[in-house]
T-cell receptor, first 112, second 117 residues
Framework: EDQVTQSPEALRLQEGESSSLNCSYT??????LFWYRQDPGKGPEFLFT???AGEEKEKERLKATLTKKESFLHITAPKPEDSATYLC?????????????FGTGTRLTIIP | EAQVTQNPRYLITVTGKKLTVTCSQN?????MSWYRQDPGLGLRQIYY???????DKGDVPEGYKVSRKEKRNFPLILESPSPNQTSLYFC????????????????FGPGTRLLVL
């Protein structure tokens, strides 16, 4: 069974204090790993897709990386508007299986 | 504006009273999916649809039904709701399913908060 574990559950940072969020996964062959951002009361918003170990993607202050066992979401010099819950999801390389498996998220708070 | 819409946004009902949550997308997406989100459990997939008349179970399908008669609509039906179906529900769509590299980005609706008494 596919599993996704995110850590920490919650993270409080001062504005400008860089850090990383972790997403560990267990799948029978990874087809894709997805990062989403979710603001309170809203639906998840797509950030990145990573397909293979060593791949990296960047968007503004966010950078996502992927290894064979985990992914990191690095946040550089965060601002208060980066406060949100960040979700990780995986899709297994299983013909006919189109399901996404989500982690429970990391709730990030950036203090001005 | 490209979007996924859900209705209603909030719903309070009683056990056993059939209800339908509608989902519609205006992006001509083939793939649509329903999730529920519960504290400590994250987002769990209920049902998904690869195209019109093609649906399949996700991880937690019990107590739910879906249909896909038109490409743009994917309603979620609770025939006899129970209190354990109290949750936050999200509909999502993508151009193609996750099996299509580069075209699998899922766009989520705003959510429907359901309370079953």
């Amino acid at each position: 069974e596919d599993q996704v574990t995110q850590s920490p559950e919650a993270l409080r940072l001062q504005e400008g204090e860089s850090s990383s969020l972790n997403c560990s996964y267990t799948v029978s062959g990874l087809r894709g790993l997805f990062w989403y951002r979710q603001d309170p009361g809203k639906g998840p918003e797509f950030l990145f897709t990573l397909y293979s170990a060593g791949e990296e993607k960047e968007k503004e202050r966010l950078k996502a990386t992927l290894t064979k066992k985990e992914s990191f979401l690095h946040i550089t010099a965060p601002k208060p508007e980066d406060s949100a819950t960040y979700l990780c999801a995986v899709q297994a390389e299983d013909f006919g299986n189109e399901k996404l498996t989500f982690g429970t998220g990391t709730r990030l708070t950036i203090i001005p | 504006e490209a979007q996924v819409t859900q209705n209603p946004r909030y719903l309070i009902t009683v056990t056993g009273k059939k209800l339908t949550v509608t989902c519609s997308q205006n992006m001509n997406h083939e793939y649509m999916s329903w999730y529920r989100q519960d504290p400590g459990l994250g987002l769990r997939q209920i049902y998904y649809s690869m195209n019109v008349e093609v649906t399949d179970k996700g991880d937690v399908p019990e107590g739910y039904k879906v249909s896909r008669k038109e490409k743009r609509n994917f309603p979620l039906i609770l025939e006899s709701p129970s209190p354990n179906q109290t949750s936050l529900y999200f509909c999502a769509s993508s151009l193609y399913g996750p099996n299509n590299r580069g075209r699998e980005t899922q766009y989520f609706g705003p959510g429907t908060r359901l309370l079953v008494l």
